[in-house]
């Protein structure tokens, strides 16, 4: 039967073992990203002696809950014995609850909102005591364990089709990597060499050459930087692939002007009438594509707006931050007026349009990356890349009529890809609240199950 009234507080007590991770060299060590939000699925593990500061002991069949923004609401049940970081709170089963049981009540909607509310504001973390309070109706043991079973029936039925929905998002992924390698190697349409040979082009194309040569030009006749104009160095090309017949490679510093962005400073002192405009962050250059959803706004003068006021067919390029962020970008398309950029955000400007922005970032965000891992500065937690290296960066062009055509396949071919990948989102979302609806019906009335 059914016991109401009784809480976490009243069935379970934390367990504290502290623990130091260096006299257990045999354990793992589960830390707070070991964890997969929303699954109770453990990811992985390193091992314990990889750790220095104090850990918490647990024991296989006890439950780790994650207290810490942002993992808050993480959920596992231990498997094997270990040791994990002190942001989780171990709870062990007993007689009284199943730790099956109490990890599926963990990963349930109302509880996930219960904590969330008790993280509200600047609190970086929930305690033990705070969700002691959370009223747990449960059943007698045997009740909870045929609810578990039911539940893990239903779910295996469940993750079945999420697997095979996962199989299609990485089928597309790799699709898509497909398209953009192929587009920037020359091999997605025909190149304007092989119509010209076969006659399907009856009348002559500029060439890969006869562009460069008219962005150089451009370049030297709207030359603003310091001293005196210098022509741009070749690209070296010692690792790079062969290009098509009539393809050429050049520096991005021969392609376009690159300049760096505002610095966020909130004591800047201006000296001239300033006013808010948007400007982009690091967060919201994304690789391939712009997120616009939170545009934040500086003050700044007139000056410095038109300077770095963003035009359309600009290129934009991470400056760094996380690995993953290095070089990553897009173009942008006057989505929003006088927008500028952050420092940490480098704009490069083509002296040409005939030079097609996409192709120049699709290559950067795809096999442009080694340049960056190659060229960037490491450390142990972020990584970065000069303005100066970026200049270097190695661009494979096109003739011109070959680029507008290869950009129409690309985008052609793409759009199916995203209309596809909606589709697999919005099952997966349906996956999401099936698993809460079948949490919601075990714990109401236990599939009807005494």
């Known amino acids: 039967m059914k016991a109401e009234g009784r809480t976490i507080g009243d069935l379970i007590e934390p367990r504290r073992e502290k623990a130091v991770p260096s006299e257990h060299p045999d354990l793992p060590y589960i830390g707070l990203e070991h964890i997969e939000a929303h699954s109770t699925r453990l ?57 099956n049981f109490l990890r599926y009540r963990l990963n ?46 239903q779910f295996t039925r469940l993750e079945a089709g999420v697997t095979a929905l996962r199989r299609v998002q990485a089928k597309l992924k790799r699709y898509r990597a497909a398209v953009l390698k192929a587009a920037c190697e020359g091999r997605l349409v025909p190149t304007e060499a092989e119509l010209t040979k076969t006659g399907s ?83 919201n250059v994304q690789r391939g594509y712009l997120d616009l959803n939170e545009v934040k706004e500086i003050v ?27 070089g990553r970008g897009w173009v942008w398309n006057d989505q929003l007026p006088e927008c500028i950029h952050q420092n940490h955000v ?18 950067a965000n795809t096999f442009g990356q080694q340049f960056f891992f190659d060229e960037g500065k490491h450390t142990t937690n972020l990584a970065s890349i000069s303005m100066t ?35 697999v989102s919005v099952n997966l979302q349906r996956a999401t609240r099936l698993r809460q609806s079948i949490l919601a019906r075990a714990f109401s009335d236990g599939f009807n199950r005494e």
């Not at 006869?210 to 030009?217: Q, S, V, Y």
């Open 346 to 363: 480098f704009r490069a400007r083509r002296f040409d349009a005939a030079l097609n922005p996409k192709l120049v970032s699709w290559y």
């Open 43 to 99: 990811l992985g593990f390193v091992p314990a002696t990889q750790m220095r500061s104090t850990a918490k002991r647990f024991y296989s069949g006890d439950v780790l809950y994650s207290r810490l923004r942002p993992y808050l609401n993480k959920v596992w049940r231990a498997d094997r014995d270990g040791l994990c970081s002190s942001e989780f709170i171990v709870m062990p089963g007993n007689d009284e609850i199943d730790s």
């Open 201 to 283: 082009r009856k009348t002559k194309f500029e060439s890969s050459e006869a562009l460069l040569a008219r962005i150089l030009i451009a370049r030297r006749k709207n030359w603003q930087g310091r001293g005196q104009y210098k022509e741009p160095g070749a690209a070296d090309t010692t690792n790079l692939p062969p290009l098509p017949k009539g393809w050429t490679w050049a520096t991005l510093d021969a392609l376009a002007g690159i300049k760096g962005g505002i610095t966020k400073d909130q004591n800047r002192k201006h000296t001239a009438p300033a006013r808010l405009v948007p400007y982009l962050r690091v967060a």
């Open 108 to 153: 349930s909607s109302d509880f996930v909102r219960f904590a969330n509310s008790l993280n509200a504001g600047d609190r970086p973390r929930v305690d033990f005591d705070q969700i002691s309070s959370f009223a747990l109706p449960t059943f007698s043991l045997p009740a909870q364990r045929a609810a578990v079973a039911e539940i893990e029936k």
């Open 300 to 326: 700044t003068t007139e000056e410095e707006i038109r300077e770095l006021a963003l035009k359309p067919g600009d290129i934009l390029f991470n400056e760094g931050g996380d690995r993953d962020k290095l």
């Open 389 to 423: 290296k970026l200049r270097g960066l190695p661009v494979p062009i096109a003739p011109p009529a070959e680029q507008t055509r290869i950009v129409a396949e690309v985008e052609r071919r793409l759009s199916v890809v995203e209309e596809l990948e909606a589709v």
